[in-house]
């Protein structure tokens, strides 16, 4: 059975930084690319990032710069260093994986971590 595991949310003050961490097991990974997703309160789902198993990389244009994504191949984890953080970006965020791309619609999901930005 796959398994996804967030770790690293938390409360943090605007301007802050936080790092999450997944942790993915129950099969092997090989071709799959890896991301993060967040949900705010009464909004829907929003790509954060994503990285292929290639190792490209794909950022929301309002994290560009401020967040980033790496991931351990070895270890199936998926990590995302958030940086300059806004009130705005308080959500659940939500690590997943599929084959090919994030957008599999057979892709894995996490339960969710809860970051909570305080002006």
């Known amino acids: 059975q796959v398994q996804l595991v967030e770790s690293g949310g938390g409360l943090v003050q605007a301007g802050g930084s936080l790092r999450l961490s997944c942790a993915a097991s129950g099969r092997t990974f090989d071709n799959y690319a890896m991301g993060w997703f967040r949900q705010a309160p009464g909004k829907g789902r929003e790509f954060v990032a994503e990285i292929r198993w290639s190792g490209a990389i794909y950022y929301a244009d309002s994290v560009k710069g401020r967040f980033t994504i790496s991931r351990d191949n070895a270890k199936n984890t998926v990590a995302l260093e958030m940086n300059s953080l806004k009130p705005e970006e308080t959500a659940g965020y939500y690590c997943?994986?599929?084959?090919?791309?994030?957008?599999?619609?057979?892709?894995?999901w996490g339960q969710g971590t809860q970051v909570t930005v305080s002006s």
């Open positions: 997943n994986t599929g084959r090919g791309t994030i957008t599999d619609p057979h892709a894995y």
